[in-house]
């Protein structure tokens, strides 16, 4: 009996060296795999389209459209409906500032909190664009109950830690897009 495998030992030797051999796929691992696929690559079909029909990237559409349905808001109220932190929400604001999407104003009721509202550039290139795929991903987390998020969420942070993802700040899906329309509707590049 001095020779049986302990397996929760074998895949934390696994997880520290990713080299090492691990067993063939099982049915739920393939599925598990498929199912994170098919979600990023709605993602990125979903900014593609964002940037061929209003030449924004698939993160500053998802922030625009965020903005439209909050109204008037701060940063930080728009990072909350967004689920995304704060620093990134604001690279993306900043590059919609940049180009004339997004205004920045004192706030009516408080002078001292900046509020961002959508310009008529930023309204008319929502008229024209596609739903942004985040959008739909946080109904659908939206629809499942409590219970299930919070199961969802830990084996998610248990395959990120196990597979050795390193832990940085995450910014939105495509943030980082190539192409964003200027207020005078000529194309440039954004990748700063």
Request: hydrophobic share 40%.
């Amino acid at each position: 009996m001095g020779d049986q495998v302990n397996p929760r030992r074998t895949r934390t030797a696994r997880a520290r060296d990713p080299g090492a051999a691990r067993p063939a796929a099982t049915e739920e691992m393939r599925h598990a795999l498929n199912s994170l696929r098919l979600i990023v690559r709605s993602l990125r079909v979903s900014s593609r389209n964002a940037e061929q029909q209003v030449g924004l990237s698939g993160a500053q559409l998802f922030v625009l459209q965020g903005l439209s349905r909050q109204g008037p808001c701060s940063v930080n109220d728009l990072a909350a409906y967004t689920a995304t932190d704060q620093s990134s929400v604001s690279v993306v604001v900043s590059r919609l500032v940049a180009h004339g999407h997004v205004k920045r104003a004192p706030s009516k009721k408080d002078r001292r909190r900046v509020e961002l509202s959508l310009t008529p550039s930023g309204r008319a290139l929502l008229a024209a664009a596609p739903e942004a795929a985040q959008e739909r991903l946080l109904g659908a987390l939206s629809q499942l109950e409590r219970s299930e998020l919070a199961a969802l969420a830990t084996l998610l942070g248990k395959v990120v830690e196990l597979a050795q993802v390193p832990r940085e700040s995450p910014t939105l899906f495509f943030e980082e897009g190539p192409v964003l329309v200027g207020s005078k509707g000529s194309a440039s590049n954004v990748r700063k």
